[in-house]
């Protein structure tokens, strides 16, 4: 740990490669890392310090590595593990190891607001930390909703020790969540916590901060000091408890002891009391399901078993290794917004027709296994340079790169298979994948059915939410994913759609992570997507 010199080309102090944006937050942004010297995946933080701030911040990476690891210590398995902090180019950064969940802000924005006996959970969670932390006089000084990470199963992990206090700046990150005495750039203790502790359960309760950004830190602060709380109208049994830790007054705020027993009897009179963690995270309402999907615990490709059975019950889904062994999973739909840092999901060009187009011509009765490959006047507009149309004897076609063949067939039943193409040269791979037994109901198919399978490989993450699109005027949903592949990371665009009578196709694009936005990778896409006719399955 130390200061390094900055460079946005190279790697975060010449050991952690930044792959792709995760979360962002006033003056915090995390990314995706690789640890070149480990081999590991991480999450890189950075947070910008005041111009002023350099002198006073130089002892800054071992405090925030020792204030860590002292909390972890006494939390074990509810602190984020820092590996390394650095500062680099004016900013500080921390290295933590990959944190197996998604920030709260993030799970808000896909899911919507929670229930009070949901929030109740999560705050209490975060009580037990702070319970333990306060009891060694250690306070955190900058919690937010970015700084929860919330699990499927297990407590809530929450990252950011030791990072207040490293400057004369009140406040580094996330100023909506910032106690009054930071804002007056008081001296602050637990009672700070406390503060941020109301806001964050105002926030999932109301789905906004209790004082809203103002865009430059001095004046949200401002605003957090002398403006009145918006009035809470969705905190029902929690209203009392949230207004209470939202005094200016430290001293008028409720103790931890006083918060415990109201979130302990908020929860244990809700009907759902009884949910497991992972449930208990779910947003108020009913059909949250159908819009997005909480990525919490790291997934997996299906197993080849897996597809056999999910091929038999909805949209054909399964682990797919074909050359360099890229993973291919299913696409699935959910209405919600994808991120906002990472490339577009389907390039812009690659929007599909209002009608679908004529099925191509089929291949014969009892066609040789690996079809044909020419150039078809069929196809809308001319190929690009490097392409060419091919037939499969199951009645398909698609352009593919020049070089590229059909690597792999499988079959769960005669109902329903995939088709695997690449080239041994080529790190990329296509999956088209087929079945006769796919549900009305694409999102249902695939959050229901597919995805619970999805939890077993290292690194799974999800990129934004799941959406629902049409495709050559038919039902479609879109689905992208990072995961780990012979050590190396790669990105997969996936996109599912509906002929009707029970039949559906996939389609599933992966590429090295690095390369996802290359020319050469989005052009490939959009070729695909753009070419591709059912044929004689429609």
Same mark, same amino acid.
């Given at each position: 740990m130390g200061w390094a010199h900055a460079s946005t080309d190279r790697p975060v102090a010449g050991r952690y490669r930044l792959v792709e944006i995760t979360h962002r937050e006033t003056n915090r942004v995390s990314w995706y890392a690789d640890d070149l010297r480990t081999g590991r995946p991480?999450?890189?933080?950075?947070?910008?310090?005041p111009a002023d701030a350099a002198e006073d911040v130089r002892r800054a990476?071992?405090?925030?590595?020792?204030?860590?690891?002292?909390?972890?210590?006494?939390?074990?398995?509810?602190i984020a593990d820092v590996v390394d902090a650095v500062g680099e180019g004016g900013c500080l950064w921390t290295v933590t190891a990959w944190i197996d969940g998604t920030?709260? $802000?993030?799970?808000?924005?896909?899911?919507?607001?929670?229930? @009070?006996?949901?929030?109740?959970? %999560?705050?209490?969670?975060l009580l037990d930390v702070l319970d333990a932390a306060h009891a060694e006089a250690v306070t955190h000084g900058e919690l937010s909703p970015g700084q929860l990470h919330l699990r499927e199963t297990g407590p809530v992990i929450v990252s950011g020790y030791g990072v207040a206090g490293t400057t004369s700046a009140p406040r580094l990150t996330a100023p909506s969540y910032a106690a009054p005495e930071q804002a007056r750039n008081e001296r602050v203790g637990p009672a700070a916590d406390l /503060?941020?502790?109301?806001?964050?359960?105002?926030?999932?309760? &109301?789905?906004?901060? @209790?004082?809203?950004?103002?865009?430059?830190? *001095?004046?949200?602060?401002?605003?957090? &000091?002398?403006?009145?709380?918006?009035?809470?109208?969705?905190?029902?049994?929690l209203t009392q408890l949230v207004t209470g830790l939202l005094r200016k007054e430290p001293r008028e705020r409720p103790g931890r002891q006083v918060v415990r027993e109201v979130l302990t009897r908020v929860l244990s009179e809700a009907p759902g009391a009884g949910l497991e963690p992972g449930e208990a995270y779910a947003p108020a309402g009913r059909g949250w399901k159908r819009k997005s999907v909480l990525v919490g615990t790291p997934l997996a490709v299906l197993t080849v078993t897996a597809a056999v059975?999910?091929?038999?019950?909805?949209?054909p889904g399964g682990d797919d290794r074909a050359g360099g062994g890229s993973p291919a999973s299913a696409s699935a739909s959910a209405g919600g917004t994808g991120a906002a840092d990472t490339a577009?999901? %389907?390039?812009?060009?690659?929007? *599909?027709?209002?009608?679908? @187009?004529?099925?191509? @011509?089929?291949?014969?009765?009892?066609?040789?296994?690996?079809?044909?490959?020419?150039?078809?006047?069929?196809?809308?507009?001319?190929?690009?340079?490097?392409?060419? +149309?091919?037939?499969?004897?199951?009645?398909?076609?698609?352009?593919?790169p020049e070089g590229w063949e059909r690597q792999r067939t499988s079959r769960a039943t005669e109902l329903s298979y995939r088709v695997t193409f690449g080239a041994d040269d080529d790190?990329?791979?296509?999956?088209? +994948?087929?079945?006769?037994? %796919?549900?009305? $109901?694409? %999102?249902?198919? /695939?959050? $229901?059915?597919?995805?619970?399978?999805? *939890?077993?490989? $290292?690194?799974?993450?999800?990129?934004g939410a799941i959406e629902a699109t049409t495709y050559q005027g038919r039902e479609a949903a879109d689905m992208e994913w990072i995961t780990t592949d012979g050590g190396a990371r790669v990105r997969?665009?996936?996109?599912?759609?509906?002929?009707?009578?029970?039949?559906?196709?996939?389609?599933? /694009? +992966?590429?090295?992570?690095?390369?996802?936005?290359? *020319?050469?990778?989005? &052009?490939?896409?959009? +070729?695909?997507?753009?070419?591709?006719?059912?044929?004689?399955a429609s």
């Open positions: 991480c999450l890189a933080t950075r947070i910008e310090l990476p071992s405090r925030i590595v020792r204030a860590t690891g002292n909390v972890a210590r006494l939390c074990p398995d509810r920030p709260l $802000d993030e799970v808000l924005l896909q899911r919507g607001t929670f229930t @009070p006996a949901r929030a109740a959970r %999560v705050a209490l969670d /503060w941020a502790l109301g806001a964050i359960l105002y926030t999932m309760l &109301e789905g906004r901060p @209790p004082f809203r950004d103002r865009g430059r830190v *001095a004046a949200t602060l401002r605003g957090v &000091e002398r403006l009145p709380l918006r009035p809470p109208l969705r905190c029902g049994p059975v999910t091929a038999a019950t909805g949209l577009p999901r %389907v390039p812009p060009s690659s929007k *599909a027709p209002s009608s679908p @187009p004529s099925p191509s @011509p089929t291949g014969s009765a009892s066609p040789s296994p690996s079809g044909s490959a020419s150039p078809s006047p069929s196809d809308p507009g001319a190929l690009p340079a490097g392409f060419r +149309t091919y037939r499969a004897p199951e009645g398909f076609s698609v352009a593919l790190p990329r791979t296509l999956a088209v +994948t087929y079945s006769e037994r %796919v549900g009305s $109901d694409p %999102v249902a198919v /695939w959050q $229901d059915t597919v995805e619970p399978g999805l *939890a077993r490989a $290292d690194a799974y993450r999800r990129i997969t665009f996936g996109r599912g759609f509906l002929l009707g009578d029970g039949r559906g196709f996939s389609l599933r /694009w +992966t590429t090295p992570a690095a390369d996802w936005a290359s *020319a050469d990778s989005q &052009e490939a896409l959009r +070729t695909v997507l753009r070419t591709f006719r059912p044929g004689s």
